[in-house]
């Protein structure tokens, strides 16, 4: 069981590291774009909400995306799946 949580903790890491990589590229590429919108006069505040707006749809689309296979599944007799296989 120990063996069980230790691969698993393992697993989390490395998908924590990968996912920490993605947001730096990201951030690194929108840099500049920052820059041109702050150089033409778009205040702090608005910068910001932009950044919250586009967060919050991924964060929605990823949440759906992944809420409509699990509830489909969830309503599957684990018996009717595995007969199919």
Do not use: F, H, N, W
């Amino acid at each position: 069981m120990a063996l069980l949580i230790g691969m698993v903790c393992v697993l989390l890491l490395i998908s924590c590291v990968y996912v920490a990589g993605l947001l730096v590229a990201r951030s690194t590429a929108r840099r500049r774009e920052m820059a041109v919108r702050l150089a033409l006069g778009s205040g702090r505040a608005a910068l910001t909400r932009q950044l919250l707006a586009a967060l919050l749809i991924i964060g929605v689309s990823g949440l759906l995306a992944a809420y409509v296979p699990t509830s489909r599944a969830s309503k599957v007799d684990p018996m009717t799946a595995l007969r199919y296989e």
